[in-house]
């Protein structure tokens, strides 16, 4: 079951902040948070780990909760760079761990 | 910098035809992974590997096969091009171990025609 993101579009001005949702139906082992430009491959922004580990961008925060099987990205004064589509990616645990099942997107449009 | 490598990045075929398309990664990742996504969509997981001859087919069911007979090395291979199989396709890898990111290669856009 693929993940539920929100919202489906964001545009900020430059300076402004940003919050993205992720939302899935099967209890979470982790989560991570890619940023794909138009053209690009993704790339990694953070991982969160079920027991409250982070791994991630300095500038680029997250939340993760388990028991709500949730995970929301915060990004703070947004800049131009920050433009792109986020993914998020739950992961299972157990035999499954690394597979990823990512959700339908978030486009974030950031302007001068 | 992640090492890890597509080709061809481009390819357009005609229907009927037999492709490979490639991927390797010189970072010794033991798990490596081939994601399909059409533009503006969402990334589909079609086939996943978590070593030397294990391989195992993802959530979108993908009529193309995948081998992994070397650590670095992952093709995937479609027997038969048909315009249904036109898409983007991506690789990624990562280290063993449950808090590691997925390095993506930069994708090979496949048009068959």
């Known amino acids: 079951q693929q993940p539920v993101q929100s919202p489906q579009a964001v545009i900020l001005r430059e300076g402004e902040d940003a919050v993205i949702n992720c939302s899935s139906s099967?209890?979470?082992?982790?989560v991570h948070w890619y940023r794909q430009k138009h053209g690009e491959a993704p790339v990694f922004l953070m991982i969160?780990?079920?027991?409250?580990e982070q791994k991630g961008h300095e500038k680029i925060s997250a939340s993760f909760n388990e028991k709500k099987q949730q995970s929301s990205l915060y990004l703070t004064a947004s800049q131009l760079s920050y433009s792109g589509t986020y993914f998020c990616?739950?992961?299972?645990?157990?035999?499954?761990?690394?597979?990823?099942?990512f959700g339908q997107g978030t486009i974030l449009t950031v302007h001068p | 910098e992640a090492d890890i490598y597509q080709t061809p990045r481009y390819l357009v075929i005609g229907t009927g035809k037999k492709i490979t398309l490639e991927c390797s990664q010189t970072?010794?990742?033991?798990?490596m992974y081939w994601y399909q996504q059409d533009p503006g969509m969402e990334l589909h997981l079609i086939h996943y590997s978590y070593g030397v001859n294990s391989t195992e087919k993802g959530d979108l069911s993908s009529e193309s096969t995948v081998s992994r007979i070397r650590t670095e090395h992952f093709p995937l291979t479609l027997e038969s091009a048909r315009p249904s199989h036109t898409s983007q396709y991506l690789c990624?890898?990562?280290?063993?171990?449950?808090?590691?990111?997925?390095?993506f290669g930069p994708g090979t856009r496949l048009t068959v025609t």
């Open positions: 099967k209890a979470l082992y982790s």
């Open positions: 990616g739950p992961g299972a645990g157990g035999t499954s761990y690394g597979k990823l099942t």
């Open positions: 990624a890898s990562t280290p063993r171990g449950m808090s590691y990111e997925q390095y």
């Open positions: 969160l780990l079920k027991g409250g």
């Open positions: 970072m010794g990742h033991d798990k």
